[in-house]
């Protein structure tokens, strides 16, 4: 719909009335107040027979600046992952919640039931909505929790430097397809631009190229196997994580892109700049961690 809608605000607090043309009043539970002036509405329907309508509004430069945030010179490098679904350059670790395998076993047997059910009848249609349903269980807690991070995220700095990748083709990887699919990362980035956007934060996309195979103290490069978690440089001495190495570098990439500094880094054997490695992670380096 274009313009031909209108929201009318109800007596009771989220409660309101949406006119369609040719459907007419409607009522609706409204997730929040609507800011500027309404502009298009889109309804849909989905697999579980909810009905939704996603509102666009128009602010004007007020209301704009409303919604940004104070400035922030923190930054910091966002490295993705299957192991941890982030690691930040500050040497934090998002954990992976992995929505999707802990629902596979529902949605299998949702499936199993499904798949058993006489084509065109009633048993059917009910049992294809229980598998919607957990679809839709994945969806909505894969959705919360990226808007919950990025919302973390947004508060805490106010530069993003993020890989530039090309998640569709990774996607064709057999062997890792279903662990990247869960882990959504089109989604996480997509929303971060966003919120970037609104709070008037900066993103910058660099070349995942060799993010992990170069020592982010010294710039030696060497093959890293998705198998080896911990990056020991012979060059330098330094011991870090895979993950942490890597979203320093992006970070870097991403500060250079910008045309800010680099950071100084002195040249000692054996420094550990950003991430102390205990002895039992040494130990345990060729390990899944």
Known sequence: YGNSFHVLSGSKK???????????????????????????????????????????????????QEKRLPACPEEVGIDVGLKAFAYLSTGEAIA??????????????????????????KEREKKRTVVARVHERIVNRRKNFIEQEVCKLIKRFGLFAV????????????????????????????????????????????????TSQTCSACGHRQPMPLSVRVYECPHCGLVIHRDHNGSLNILEEGLKAVGRHSRVIPEAPGLQPWGVVTPHELSSKHKTV
């Open 14 to 64: 989220n409660k309101g009335t949406l006119v369609l043309s040719k459907l007419g009043h409607v009522k609706m539970v409204m997730h929040r107040a609507i800011k500027g002036r309404p502009k298009t509405a889109i309804v849909k329907r989905t697999p579980t027979g909810k009905w939704y309508v996603s509102i666009s509004a128009e602010l004007n430069e007020e209301e704009l």
């Open 96 to 121: 992976h919640p992995r929505f999707f395998r802990a629902e596979e076993a529902a949605l299998a047997r949702a499936s199993r039931k499904l798949s058993k059910a006489p084509r065109g009848s």
């Open 163 to 210: 890989e530039a990748l090309v998640v569709r083709n990774m996607i064709r990887n057999p062997n890792l397809a279903k662990s990247i699919a869960d882990a959504s990362w089109s989604m996480f980035f997509t929303h971060l631009l966003d919120k970037a956007e609104e709070a008037g934060r900066v993103v910058v996309r660099v070349n995942p190229a060799y």
